[in-house]
Protein backbone atom coordinates (compact mmCIF):
# COMPACT_ATOMS: atom_id res chain seq x y z
CA UNK A 1 0.00 0.00 0.00
CA UNK A 2 1.30 3.36 -1.10
CA UNK A 3 2.07 5.21 2.17
CA UNK A 4 2.09 8.94 1.65
CA UNK A 5 3.93 10.16 4.82
CA UNK A 6 6.65 7.66 3.78
CA UNK A 7 6.71 9.08 0.26
CA UNK A 8 7.58 12.67 1.83
CA UNK A 9 9.92 11.24 3.60
CA UNK A 10 12.05 13.97 5.59
CA UNK A 11 11.12 16.39 3.98
CA UNK A 12 8.54 19.53 5.16
CA UNK A 13 5.54 18.48 5.33
CA UNK A 14 2.88 20.26 3.38
CA UNK A 15 1.17 22.87 5.26
CA UNK A 16 -0.94 24.75 2.80
CA UNK A 17 -3.25 23.45 0.23
CA UNK A 18 -1.12 23.98 -2.82
CA UNK A 19 1.67 21.51 -1.48
CA UNK A 20 -0.76 19.42 -0.20
CA UNK A 21 -1.96 19.33 -4.17
CA UNK A 22 1.23 19.49 -5.82
CA UNK A 23 1.69 16.06 -3.09
CA UNK A 24 -0.98 14.06 -4.08
CA UNK A 25 -0.48 10.83 -5.88
CA UNK A 26 -1.37 10.17 -9.25
CA UNK A 27 -5.13 9.05 -9.75
CA UNK A 28 -4.54 5.38 -10.61
CA UNK A 29 -3.77 5.00 -7.28
CA UNK A 30 -6.42 3.52 -4.88
CA UNK A 31 -6.35 6.48 -2.26
CA UNK A 32 -7.42 6.23 1.20
CA UNK A 33 -7.73 9.83 2.57
CA UNK A 34 -8.13 10.06 6.17
CA UNK A 35 -9.13 13.62 7.78
CA UNK A 36 -7.99 14.90 10.93
CA UNK A 37 -10.99 15.83 13.40
CA UNK A 38 -10.93 18.03 16.80
CA UNK A 39 -13.68 16.76 19.13
CA UNK A 40 -15.49 19.02 21.62
CA UNK A 41 -13.33 17.94 23.94
CA UNK A 42 -10.27 19.65 21.74
CA UNK A 43 -9.11 15.55 21.24
CA UNK A 44 -8.01 14.84 17.64
CA UNK A 45 -9.42 11.92 16.23
CA UNK A 46 -8.84 10.71 12.02
CA UNK A 47 -11.46 10.42 10.11
CA UNK A 48 -11.70 8.17 6.78
CA UNK A 49 -13.24 10.48 4.11
CA UNK A 50 -15.30 7.75 2.78
CA UNK A 51 -17.27 7.64 6.20
CA UNK A 52 -18.23 11.00 5.56
CA UNK A 53 -22.42 12.17 5.23
CA UNK A 54 -23.17 12.80 1.46
CA UNK A 55 -23.21 17.12 3.11
CA UNK A 56 -19.72 16.95 3.99
CA UNK A 57 -18.56 14.89 0.75
CA UNK A 58 -20.45 17.14 -1.19
CA UNK A 59 -18.83 20.43 0.11
CA UNK A 60 -15.37 18.44 -0.11
CA UNK A 61 -16.28 17.90 -3.95
CA UNK A 62 -17.57 21.40 -4.31
CA UNK A 63 -14.93 23.19 -2.86
CA UNK A 64 -12.28 20.81 -4.19
CA UNK A 65 -13.32 21.56 -7.83
CA UNK A 66 -13.78 25.58 -7.58
CA UNK A 67 -10.08 25.54 -5.85
CA UNK A 68 -8.63 23.26 -8.62
CA UNK A 69 -9.50 25.27 -11.33
CA UNK A 70 -8.50 28.79 -9.34
CA UNK A 71 -4.87 26.96 -8.96
CA UNK A 72 -5.02 26.34 -12.65
CA UNK A 73 -6.30 29.76 -13.35
CA UNK A 74 -3.52 31.15 -10.81
CA UNK A 75 -0.39 28.77 -12.61
CA UNK A 76 -0.75 30.95 -15.51
CA UNK A 77 1.84 33.75 -16.14
CA UNK A 78 1.73 36.61 -18.02
CA UNK A 79 4.61 37.74 -20.08
CA UNK A 80 7.09 40.27 -17.84
CA UNK A 81 8.40 41.82 -21.16
CA UNK A 82 5.06 42.95 -22.50
CA UNK A 83 1.52 44.36 -20.42
CA UNK A 84 -0.65 41.74 -22.02
CA UNK A 85 -3.63 39.42 -20.83
CA UNK A 86 -1.78 36.28 -22.30
CA UNK A 87 1.03 34.31 -21.08
CA UNK A 88 3.64 33.11 -23.33
CA UNK A 89 1.85 30.12 -23.79
CA UNK A 90 -1.04 32.12 -25.81
CA UNK A 91 -3.50 31.40 -22.60
CA UNK A 92 -5.10 34.20 -21.23
CA UNK A 93 -4.23 35.39 -17.73
CA UNK A 94 -7.19 36.03 -16.29
CA UNK A 95 -7.45 38.25 -13.07
CA UNK A 96 -10.95 39.30 -12.46
CA UNK A 97 -13.20 36.13 -11.78
CA UNK A 98 -16.88 34.93 -11.37
CA UNK A 99 -17.68 32.55 -9.22
CA UNK A 100 -21.32 31.17 -9.74
CA UNK A 101 -22.86 28.34 -7.11
CA UNK A 102 -26.19 27.18 -7.96
CA UNK A 103 -28.05 25.47 -5.12
CA UNK A 104 -24.85 24.80 -3.37
CA UNK A 105 -26.84 23.79 -0.32
CA UNK A 106 -28.27 21.05 -1.39
CA UNK A 107 -27.43 17.88 0.72
CA UNK A 108 -25.81 20.42 3.10
CA UNK A 109 -27.27 20.38 7.33
CA UNK A 110 -28.87 23.74 8.11
CA UNK A 111 -24.89 24.16 10.25
CA UNK A 112 -23.03 23.62 6.94
CA UNK A 113 -25.44 26.21 4.89
CA UNK A 114 -24.81 28.35 8.00
CA UNK A 115 -21.02 28.68 7.45
CA UNK A 116 -20.70 28.02 3.28
CA UNK A 117 -19.77 31.47 3.45
CA UNK A 118 -17.04 32.10 5.86
CA UNK A 119 -15.61 28.60 4.92
CA UNK A 120 -15.47 30.07 0.89
CA UNK A 121 -13.82 33.23 1.86
CA UNK A 122 -11.16 30.96 4.56
CA UNK A 123 -10.66 28.17 1.56
CA UNK A 124 -9.52 31.73 -0.99
CA UNK A 125 -7.50 33.53 1.72
CA UNK A 126 -5.55 30.20 2.60
CA UNK A 127 -4.54 29.81 -0.91
CA UNK A 128 -3.97 33.62 -0.98
CA UNK A 129 -6.31 33.60 -4.31
CA UNK A 130 -7.19 37.00 -3.26
CA UNK A 131 -3.82 38.10 -3.77
CA UNK A 132 -4.12 37.02 -7.25
CA UNK A 133 -7.54 37.87 -8.33
CA UNK A 134 -10.65 40.26 -7.71
CA UNK A 135 -13.75 37.97 -7.41
CA UNK A 136 -17.16 38.13 -7.90
CA UNK A 137 -19.29 36.04 -6.62
CA UNK A 138 -23.31 34.89 -7.77
CA UNK A 139 -24.87 32.35 -5.33
CA UNK A 140 -28.30 31.55 -6.25
CA UNK A 141 -30.19 30.08 -3.14
CA UNK A 142 -33.37 28.65 -1.11
CA UNK A 143 -31.72 29.35 2.23
CA UNK A 144 -32.26 31.62 4.71
CA UNK A 145 -29.24 30.12 6.66
CA UNK A 146 -26.78 31.77 3.84
CA UNK A 147 -28.81 35.04 3.56
CA UNK A 148 -27.49 35.51 7.47
CA UNK A 149 -23.39 36.67 6.06
CA UNK A 150 -25.48 38.60 2.86
CA UNK A 151 -25.92 42.05 2.69
CA UNK A 152 -29.32 43.43 2.05
CA UNK A 153 -28.14 45.46 -0.78
CA UNK A 154 -26.44 41.74 -2.49
CA UNK A 155 -29.80 40.41 -2.52
CA UNK A 156 -31.81 40.01 -5.49
CA UNK A 157 -35.28 37.97 -4.52
CA UNK A 158 -37.44 36.57 -6.72
CA UNK A 159 -41.24 35.29 -7.16
CA UNK A 160 -42.72 33.95 -9.76
CA UNK A 161 -39.47 35.21 -11.95
CA UNK A 162 -39.91 38.84 -10.55
CA UNK A 163 -38.40 41.02 -7.80
CA UNK A 164 -40.37 39.99 -4.42
CA UNK A 165 -41.69 43.38 -2.15
CA UNK A 166 -42.05 40.87 0.67
CA UNK A 167 -38.34 41.08 1.14
CA UNK A 168 -37.13 44.26 -0.14
CA UNK A 169 -36.90 45.93 3.18
CA UNK A 170 -35.42 42.92 4.54
CA UNK A 171 -32.09 43.20 7.14
CA UNK A 172 -30.25 40.29 6.29
CA UNK A 173 -26.61 40.68 7.36
CA UNK A 174 -25.54 39.43 10.82
CA UNK A 175 -29.59 38.97 11.13
CA UNK A 176 -30.85 36.19 13.48
CA UNK A 177 -31.95 33.58 10.97
CA UNK A 178 -35.22 32.74 12.28
CA UNK A 179 -36.32 36.53 11.70
CA UNK A 180 -35.00 36.12 8.08
CA UNK A 181 -36.78 32.50 7.95
CA UNK A 182 -40.14 34.74 9.24
CA UNK A 183 -40.36 36.52 5.82
CA UNK A 184 -43.10 35.18 4.26
CA UNK A 185 -40.51 34.97 1.20
CA UNK A 186 -39.58 31.27 2.60
CA UNK A 187 -42.62 30.22 3.76
CA UNK A 188 -46.38 30.70 4.10
CA UNK A 189 -46.77 28.92 7.75
CA UNK A 190 -44.45 27.80 10.47
CA UNK A 191 -45.71 24.00 11.02
CA UNK A 192 -45.50 21.28 8.42
CA UNK A 193 -48.53 21.10 5.75
CA UNK A 194 -49.37 17.85 7.07
CA UNK A 195 -49.81 19.00 11.08
CA UNK A 196 -51.90 22.25 10.23
CA UNK A 197 -54.40 20.15 8.10
CA UNK A 198 -55.14 17.91 11.35
CA UNK A 199 -55.59 20.87 13.52
CA UNK A 200 -57.93 22.22 11.27
CA UNK A 201 -59.97 19.16 11.36
CA UNK A 202 -59.39 18.43 14.76
CA UNK A 203 -61.03 21.78 15.16
CA UNK A 204 -63.39 20.85 12.73
CA UNK A 205 -64.71 18.31 14.35
CA UNK A 206 -65.20 19.33 18.15
CA UNK A 207 -66.62 22.74 16.37
CA UNK A 208 -69.54 20.95 14.59
CA UNK A 209 -70.10 17.50 15.65
CA UNK A 210 -73.38 17.17 17.33
CA UNK A 211 -72.43 13.81 19.20
CA UNK A 212 -68.71 12.59 19.32
CA UNK A 213 -68.26 9.49 20.65
CA UNK A 214 -66.25 7.99 23.03
CA UNK A 215 -64.12 6.35 21.00
CA UNK A 216 -63.78 9.31 18.68
CA UNK A 217 -63.20 11.50 22.34
CA UNK A 218 -59.76 9.14 22.77
CA UNK A 219 -58.46 9.72 19.23
CA UNK A 220 -59.41 13.40 19.87
CA UNK A 221 -57.52 13.41 23.09
CA UNK A 222 -54.33 11.37 22.00
CA UNK A 223 -53.76 13.59 18.38
CA UNK A 224 -54.24 16.41 20.61
CA UNK A 225 -51.22 15.37 23.22
CA UNK A 226 -49.54 14.71 19.98
CA UNK A 227 -49.33 18.39 18.95
CA UNK A 228 -46.13 20.37 20.39
CA UNK A 229 -47.21 23.94 20.76
CA UNK A 230 -48.28 24.34 23.99
CA UNK A 231 -50.78 27.07 23.39
CA UNK A 232 -52.41 25.34 20.64
CA UNK A 233 -52.30 22.44 22.82
CA UNK A 234 -54.02 23.87 25.97
CA UNK A 235 -56.63 25.54 23.60
CA UNK A 236 -57.84 22.53 21.79
CA UNK A 237 -57.88 20.31 25.10
CA UNK A 238 -59.87 22.98 26.69
CA UNK A 239 -62.05 22.62 23.64
CA UNK A 240 -62.49 18.90 23.79
CA UNK A 241 -63.40 19.03 27.76
CA UNK A 242 -65.97 21.49 26.78
CA UNK A 243 -67.36 19.25 24.67
CA UNK A 244 -66.52 15.91 26.88
CA UNK A 245 -68.03 17.41 29.99
CA UNK A 246 -64.57 17.78 31.14
CA UNK A 247 -63.62 13.86 30.65
CA UNK A 248 -59.89 14.97 29.93
CA UNK A 249 -59.25 17.46 32.77
CA UNK A 250 -56.41 17.51 34.55
CA UNK A 251 -58.69 16.77 37.34
CA UNK A 252 -60.09 14.05 35.72
CA UNK A 253 -56.70 12.08 34.80
CA UNK A 254 -55.34 12.35 38.17
CA UNK A 255 -58.22 10.39 39.00
CA UNK A 256 -57.87 7.93 36.76
CA UNK A 257 -54.38 7.20 37.60
CA UNK A 258 -55.31 7.08 40.77
CA UNK A 259 -57.75 4.78 40.71
CA UNK A 260 -55.43 2.76 38.21
CA UNK A 261 -52.65 2.88 40.83
CA UNK A 262 -54.88 2.15 43.58
CA UNK A 263 -55.36 -1.35 41.24
CA UNK A 264 -52.05 -2.28 40.58
CA UNK A 265 -50.82 -2.09 44.51
CA UNK A 266 -53.41 -4.69 45.06
CA UNK A 267 -51.46 -6.91 42.31
Known sequence: MFNFLSYIGERKLPNN?????????????KVKILLCKKSQQNKEEEIA????????????????????????LESITPKKTE????????????????????????????????????NLISYIQRMELNKTFSFNIILTTHSPFILSDIPACNILALKD???????????????NIYDILNNGFFMSNFIGEFSSRLIGEIIT???TCNVISLEQQEIL??????????????????KLDLRTNNRFSIEARKKKLNEELDKLSKL
Open 17 to 29: ITDIMRELPPPFF
Open 49 to 72: FNKLSSGEKQFAYMMSTYIYHLAN
Open 83 to 118: ISLHSETGRVNYRMINLVFDEMELCFHPEYQRTFVN
Open 161 to 175: GEPDELFKNEKTLAA
Open 205 to 207: KLN
Open 221 to 238: YKQISLIGDDFVHIKLLE
